[in-house]
């Protein structure tokens, strides 16, 4: 396996204090890599400071062979890393086309932009449609078609389900899980872990700003006493 996320000993926080620590963590090429925990674990914390959103972070983190510590989010995109949040992902006030056009960092911008609506043929109907008045579904296909516009390595997603119904989740767990497909490797945080460890090859479990556990995303759902603790009820 080709080695894409490293992440080596990792601190980070907000002002004075360190919300995550000691973090090391990798993500290899084509795969898919969950990041579970109880609530104020300190997950999202951590996804912010790998895409170099917190100005307090401490350690090693590279891409392939290429320090990524310091570079400024913006940057990031360049190099193939892409975010996903869980809120505020799509501009509401503009249309599904503009919302595409204005992602930053991709070349040959018509060309990507068709082949978003090949791959996202509900969105293709309604590419005039304002991204503030389509379903829940609907939106989170834009998100997914901007983070793919620049034709990443890495997506990052933090809670991608959240306040989805179940068929929604579901529709968007399959969307990562085709993710591999398009060249792209997956980093997740979310709630609902054991579903998102059902797509994925590998999972960390965090408690209190630190990894507990790390091992794969079978042997994770099989460890009856490690899932009740930390991945919820059945």
């Known amino acids: ?109 018509r060309h990507r932009i068709e082949a978003m609506f090949d791959r996202f043929p509900a969105l293709a109907e309604r590419r005039r449609t304002r991204a503030g008045a389509l379903s829940g579904g609907e939106r989170q296909q834009l998100a997914f078609a901007r983070a793919l516009m620049p034709a990443p390595k890495l997506m990052i997603l933090d809670e991608p389900t959240a306040a989805l119904s179940p068929a929604l989740v579901h529709e968007v767990l399959e969307l990562i899980r085709g993710l591999p497909a398009l060249g792209v490797s997956a980093l997740l945080v979310e709630q609902r872990a054991r579903q998102a460890l059902a797509i994925s090859d590998r999972g960390y479990i965090l408690d209190t700003g630190r990894v507990v556990i790390h091992d794969t995303a079978e042997r994770l759902l099989a460890d009856e006493r490690m899932a009740d603790l930390y991945l919820g009820t059945h």
Do not use: C, W
Request: overall charge negative.
């Open 1 to 109: 396996m080709t080695r894409l996320l490293t992440v080596s000993d990792l601190a980070a926080g907000y002002g004075e204090v360190d919300i995550v620590s000691g973090i090391s963590l990798h993500v290899d090429a084509l795969e898919i890599v969950t990041i579970a925990g109880t609530n104020g674990s300190g997950k999202s914390t951590l996804v912010k400071a790998l895409m170099g959103l917190l100005t307090r972070v401490r350690g090693e983190m590279r891409l392939g062979d290429t320090p990524l510590l310091g570079v400024p989010a913006e940057k990031r995109i360049g190099m193939g890393v892409v975010y996903v949040p869980q809120v505020e992902n799509v501009f509401p006030t503009l249309t599904v086309t503009e919302n595409l056009q204005v992602v930053e960092g991709v070349t040959d911008r």
